[in-house]
């Protein structure tokens, strides 16, 4: 595998946990207007894409196979951690 290869599968990797993390983060933005004011969009879509690339590394390591059923349901949840956790700061 050569160094373009690998670039790629790191950026499929993570891909999940990015897209979540855009849209979690606007659909927040936009359900919670009030609550979520004086956050950064920007601010909650890194924490949350971070969040879930720290799931996804993690499920890969712990089950062995990316692409789990269990790891994206892990994913979502802690996506919806970190989305309260700003939302309550």
């Known amino acids: 595998m050569g160094a373009l290869d690998a670039v790629w ?3 499929n990797l993570i891909a999940p946990a990015v897209g979540l993390g855009l849209i979690s983060s606007a659909l927040a933005k936009l359900l919670w207007r009030q609550d979520l004011r004086a ?3 920007r601010r909650l879509a890194a924490w949350v894409s971070l969040a ?3 799931v996804i590394v993690g499920g890969l390591v712990l089950l062995g196979h ?3 059923m269990a790891t994206y349901g ?3 949840l802690a996506a919806a951690a970190v989305l309260w956790w700003q939302g309550v700061r």
Do not use: A, T
């Open 74 to 76: 892990v994913m979502v």
């Open 52 to 54: 879930g690339s720290v």
């Open 39 to 41: 956050v950064p969009w």
């Open 9 to 11: 599968h790191v950026l």
């Open 66 to 68: 990316d692409g789990r």
